[in-house]
């Protein structure tokens, strides 16, 4: 799963990544003075940085939320678990105990032979 997220985050990454190389070039051999070809790449650049930011919060967002949500069934596995460990701990005392009466009754049954 983890790994399944990183790849889905590089991949939006390089998207970003090749529409800004894309748009700079095509801006580069574009028809137009110059001043106006570098406003535009900065422009371009400044949109391309705020949709990164934006995919990297949106990561972290998931990834909080995913560690949110396995703590949360760690801590309902470990109740479980306490909920097994204790009945079965009683299940133990009990046959013990029916295992000693029964034991106490052979013993008593042998003593009166």
């Known amino acids: 799963m983890e790994n399944r997220d990183k790849k889905i985050a590089a991949a939006a990454l390089l998207m970003v990544a090749g529409g800004v190389i894309g ?7 574009a028809p137009q003075a110059g001043s106006r070809t570098r406003k535009d790449i900065v422009r371009y650049a400044k949109k391309a940085r705020h949709r990164a930011d934006e995919a990297v919060e949106e990561l972290a967002s998931n990834v909080n939320s995913m560690v949110d949500s396995i703590g949360e069934k760690t801590e309902e596995l470990v109740e479980k678990g306490r909920d097994v460990a204790g009945g079965a701990r009683k299940d133990l005392i009990r046959l013990i105990e029916e295992g000693a009466s029964k034991l106490e009754k052979f013993r008593t049954l042998l003593s009166r032979m």
């Open 23 to 29: 748009a700079a070039i095509a801006l580069l051999f």
